[in-house]
T-cell receptor
Framework: AQSVTQLGSHVSVSEGALVLLRCNYS??????LFWYVQYPNQGLQLLLK??????LVKGINGFEAEFKKSETSFHLTKPSAHMSDAAEYFC????????????FGTGTRLKVLA | DADVTQTPRNRITKTGKRIMLECSQT?????MYWYRQDPGLGLRLIYY???????NKGEISDGYSVSRQAQAKFSLSLESAIPNQTALYFC?????????????????FGPGTRLTVL
């Protein structure tokens, strides 16, 4: 069965510092992987997704993530944090065929300090 | 803009009451989903539907039922609400195949309904 683990339910960074949010997955075959962001009182918005092809995926708002099969990881990074990045971030995994149902991680709340 | 809307946005109800949460979409997507979000637990799938006649239970369907009235509408019902159903509920959609700007493995979320059961 697939699963997703997000290490760190809360992460704080200073404005301008590197953002690193961790996601590890468990799957018998390489799955599809996603990062979503949730701003306060809003729904989820897709940041980026890995479906095949390039292992380094660039998303919106300067975020990127690298798929590492050997480490079963899909960590999200941004070189320089901005105050507007404060939000909750969710990693999700789905099958490559069949139902394409998502399994979400428990989320990481990012706080950006001035 | 094509969108996913949810009504109501907020609802407070009492234990034992029947509640319906509604989701409508103008994206033309075939697939629709209901999730609940609880602090520290992420989002968990309640029900999903791949078309009007295809409805499936997710990982936490007990205490819930759904109705797919049309391609664009997917409702979630709590027949007899209980306090541990207090949560944020999200509807999501995805296309059956690849379409311009989206692919079958991408889900689009509504703004959520905050439900409180007293």
């Amino acid at each position: 069965a697939q699963s997703v683990t997000q290490l760190g339910s809360h992460v704080s960074v200073s404005e301008g510092a590197l953002v690193l949010l961790r996601c590890n997955y468990s799957s018998s075959v390489p799955p599809y992987l996603f990062w979503y962001v949730q701003y306060p009182n809003q729904g989820l918005q897709l940041l980026l997704k890995y479906t095949s092809a390039a292992t380094l995926v660039k998303g919106i708002n300067g975020f990127e993530a690298e798929f590492k099969k050997s480490e079963t990881s899909f960590h999200l990074t941004k070189p320089s944090a901005h105050m507007s990045d404060a939000a909750e971030y969710f990693c999700a995994v789905s099958d490559r065929e069949g139902t394409y149902k998502y399994i979400f991680g428990t989320g990481t709340r990012l706080k950006v300090l001035a | 803009d094509a969108d996913v809307t949810q009504t109501p946005r907020n609802r407070i109800t009492k234990t034992g009451k029947r509640i319906m949460l509604e989701c409508s979409q103008t994206k033309g997507h075939d697939r629709m989903y209901w999730y609940r979000q609880d602090p520290g637990l992420g989002l968990r799938l309640i029900y999903y539907s791949f078309d009007v006649k295809d409805i499936n239970k997710g990982e936490i369907s007990d205490g819930y039922s759904v109705s797919r009235q049309a391609q664009a509408k997917f409702s979630l019902s709590l027949e007899s609400a209980i306090p541990n159903q207090t949560a944020l509920y999200f509807c999501a959609t995805s296309p059956r195949g690849s379409v311009t700007g989206a692919s079958y493995n991408e889900q689009f979320f509504g703004p959520g309904t905050r439900l409180t059961v007293l």
